[in-house]
């Protein structure tokens, strides 16, 4: 495992991260699945061993994931461990009327904050995230200070933003005109590559930058065929059509297959190594479920060369731009 510094903070990250999402489990709240299906926490628990021995020492999740049950099991197998950096989010939650709301005051930052810090089992979050912060709620100033003040309080190291993914350009540009927070989490990966232009600006400025996504949902390992069905309770049973499915098979078999051959890896560690090629990264966080998910994201990334880099930018303008769009219709 490799490692890079996270911005201009004292953090040294993996470059390989764990995106924990779907460990949370099944979650329907109000009527809108925020899960990924159901998971088995037994497995989770070997995941998140088996990350640790493959070197991962970063570990994404958020209050809303499972409704607090990533976080618990992060917390039940690392706890206080100095040697595991974790990254949690504040902002979704369930409001009175029992459906998904955001809540971005003072108040009930600090109540989330103590809330995550007790389900994690640590006494600092070593980097919290405003989870889809707007600008107005940037503006209002209220979720500034709520994180200043766990910071100066010793309650979270530091703290960013985790930015829309198919806009992410005005709370960027908010945060980095104040010089305020300290990175960004943002969408990247073969298919959407919106973000380049704000992780560029982010990364010349010292913030450390997260690329989530980076599989979109596992489409881009070649796995997923429009044969594939996934269950009701899983946010891709909507969003992944059989033509969508199709489309993008498409391209990755006529396009992008011939270069995960000719570099002898995956076509999964071909698109995990193509945002490792940009610099400003400082990890990438493929959802991980299982141990064989970590050995799969782990083994076989290679350093592509600047003209391959290239061809893989440009394809993004070339043909990758009807399945964005397709994507960004179904929000
Ligand atoms: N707003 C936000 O802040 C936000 C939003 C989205 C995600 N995130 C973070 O980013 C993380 C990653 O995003 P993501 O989970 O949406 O996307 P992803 O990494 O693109 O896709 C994850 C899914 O792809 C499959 N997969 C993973 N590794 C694979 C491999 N090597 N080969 C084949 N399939 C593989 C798994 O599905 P199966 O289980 O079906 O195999 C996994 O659940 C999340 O866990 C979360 O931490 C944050």
Same mark, same amino acid.
């Given at each position: 495992?490799?490692?890079?510094?996270?911005?201009?903070?004292?953090?040294?990250?993996?470059?390989?991260?764990?995106?924990?999402?779907?460990?949370?489990?099944?979650?329907?709240v109000g009527g809108v699945e925020i899960g990924w299906g159901p998971s088995d926490d037994e497995v989770? @628990?070997?995941? !998140?061993?088996?990350? /640790?021995?493959?070197?991962?020492?970063?570990?994404?999740?958020?209050?809303? +994931? #499972?409704?607090?049950?990533?976080?618990?099991?992060?917390?039940?197998?690392?706890?206080?461990?100095?040697?595991?950096?974790?990254?949690?989010?504040?902002?979704?939650?369930?409001?009175?009327?029992?459906?998904?709301?955001?809540?971005?005051?003072?108040?009930?930052?600090?109540?989330?904050?103590?809330?995550?810090?007790?389900?994690?089992?640590?006494?600092?979050?070593?980097?919290?995230?405003?989870?889809?912060?707007?600008?107005?709620?940037?503006?209002?100033?209220?979720?500034?200070?709520?994180?200043?003040?766990?910071?100066?309080?010793?309650?979270?190291?530091?703290?960013?933003?985790?930015?829309?993914?198919?806009?992410?350009s005005p709370e960027a540009e908010f945060l980095m005109q104040k010089h305020q927070g300290n990175g960004?989490?943002? @969408?990247?990966? !073969?298919?959407?590559? /919106?973000?380049?232009?704000?992780?560029?600006?982010?990364?010349?400025?010292? +913030? #450390?930058?997260?690329?989530?996504?980076?599989?979109?949902?596992?489409?881009?390992?070649?796995?997923?065929?429009?044969?594939?069905?996934?269950?009701?309770?899983?946010?891709?049973?909507?969003?992944?059509?059989?033509?969508?499915?199709?489309?993008?098979?498409?391209?990755?078999?006529?396009?992008?297959?011939?270069?995960?051959?000719?570099?002898?890896?995956?076509?999964?560690?071909?698109?995990?190594?193509?945002?490792?090629?940009?610099?400003?990264?400082?990890?990438?966080?493929?959802?991980?479920?299982?141990?064989?998910?970590?050995?799969?994201?782990?083994?076989?990334?290679?350093q592509l060369s600047k003209a391959d880099h290239q061809y893989l930018r440009e394809l993004y303008q070339?043909?990758?731009?009807?399945?964005?769009?397709?994507?960004?219709?179904?929000?």
């Open positions: 495992m490799n490692y890079r510094k996270f911005g201009n903070t004292d953090l040294t990250v993996s470059e390989i991260g764990f995106g924990a999402w779907a460990i949370g489990g099944t979650a329907n989770s @628990v070997q995941a !998140l061993n088996a990350a /640790l021995d493959a070197g991962i020492n970063f570990y994404d999740t958020a209050d809303f +994931y #499972g409704l607090g049950h990533s976080e618990k099991l992060i917390g039940e197998v690392f706890g206080n461990r100095k040697d595991v950096l974790i990254a949690t989010k504040v902002g979704q939650k369930v409001g009175t009327d029992g459906k998904p709301t955001v809540d971005y005051s003072k108040e009930y930052l600090i109540e989330a904050c103590e809330n995550s810090l007790r389900r994690l089992k640590r006494d600092v979050i070593d980097y919290y995230q405003l989870h889809v912060a707007r600008v107005q709620h940037l503006e209002d100033g209220a979720c500034i200070e709520a994180m200043e003040t766990l910071k100066e309080q010793g309650k979270i190291r530091y703290w960013g933003s985790s930015l829309i993914t198919f806009s992410p960004f989490q943002l @969408v990247l990966n !073969l298919i959407n590559q /919106l973000a380049v232009p704000e992780m560029e600006n982010a990364g010349s400025q010292g +913030y #450390g930058i997260i690329a989530r996504m980076p599989l979109q949902f596992g489409l881009l390992s070649g796995k997923i065929t429009p044969e594939s069905t996934f269950s009701q309770d899983d946010h891709r049973s909507y969003r992944l059509t059989p033509e969508l499915i199709r489309n993008t098979l498409e391209i990755l078999n006529s396009k992008v297959l011939p270069m995960a051959k000719a570099y002898e890896t995956s076509l999964s560690a071909l698109a995990l190594s193509f945002i490792l090629g940009f610099k400003e990264i400082s990890t990438v966080i493929p959802g991980i479920r299982t141990p064989r998910h970590v050995e799969l994201n782990t083994q076989g990334l290679v070339s043909d990758w731009q009807q399945i964005m769009q397709a994507m960004q219709a179904k929000g």
